[in-house]
């Protein structure tokens, strides 16, 4: 008998990996300050690599990061930055180790709290979904306006595409594509007659996954302007 598969976004299907997260984190609401401030890391630590090599990292990056607790990161010392540099379980990177320190201290420094200020920058009004990949956007207004207050409160590693990366990762933006199982709401069998043009249905089942969670060039303009913001508070919320 056939096995009856689900039809994901096209980079939900290229690797087991993929396909958990896909399937159970990606787009879904995330709250929490804490579960925020991982997030936060996690995509500034992927910025020029795999998005799975992050995933497979990930126990480890728990483990040596105390489990991304705001209070105990902010609480680390050189000799802990030195202790992550020697880490082969994680991405040693000294300015992404040193970024998520000063992170996690600016973090603290939020009043109203990290959550409730980085889902202060989600969409009010729903956006038509994307067809495919190809209409998933690197950046947004949004996006832009919470990287500059960021980059304002202190945080470092924060650019425009690492900020949208983090809003389809925790829900604050839907990009699940119109024939992803997760955007109706069902499982869709892979073949079955839904409409669903045969391009979009072969691209989904061939295609291999990108850097991120959208394309490899919007990965590439990430890496190349993460050091600078755009726009403003203003552009979001005015």
């Known amino acids: 008998m056939r096995r009856v598969e689900r ?3 096209a980079w939900g299907d290229s690797a087991p990996e993929y396909v958990v ?7 879904t609401e995330l709250h929490g300050d804490d579960a925020l401030f991982e997030r936060l890391c996690l995509e500034a630590f992927q910025s020029g690599l795999s998005w799975i090599t992050i995933l497979r990292k990930r126990p480890a990056f728990r483990a040596a990061f105390a489990g991304f607790s705001i209070d105990a990161v902010a ?6 930055e030195a202790r992550l540099l020697a880490d082969a379980g994680i991405v040693r990177n000294r300015a992404k180790i040193a970024a998520a320190v000063r992170n996690a201290r600016a973090a603290q420094q939020v009043p109203e709290g ?3 200020l980085l889902w202060s920058f989600a969409p009010s009004a729903p956006r038509p979904r994307p067809a495919t990949l190809a209409d998933v956007p690197a950046t947004s207004p949004e996006s832009t306006a919470m990287a500059r207050e960021l980059k304002r409160r202190g945080f470092a590693f924060v650019g425009p595409t690492t900020a949208y990366a983090l809003m389809q990762a925790t829900g604050m933006v839907d990009d699940h594509v119109a024939t992803c199982f997760r955007a109706t709401g069902g499982g869709t069998p892979r073949g079955a007659p839904v409409g669903v043009p045969a391009g979009i249905r072969d ?3 061939g295609a291999q996954a990108p850097i991120n969670s959208h394309t490899a060039a919007a990965e590439g303009r ?6 600078g913001t755009h726009g403003g508070h203003e552009a979001a919320h005015g």
Do not use: I, K, Q
């Open 222 to 227: 990430r890496v190349a302007g993460e050091g």
């Open 7 to 9: 039809v994901r976004c």
């Open 75 to 80: 609480a680390f010392s050189a000799d802990d």
């Open 114 to 116: 990290l959550d409730a």
């Open 21 to 27: 997260y896909h399937d159970e984190e990606w787009g």
């Open 203 to 205: 691209h989904v089942s």
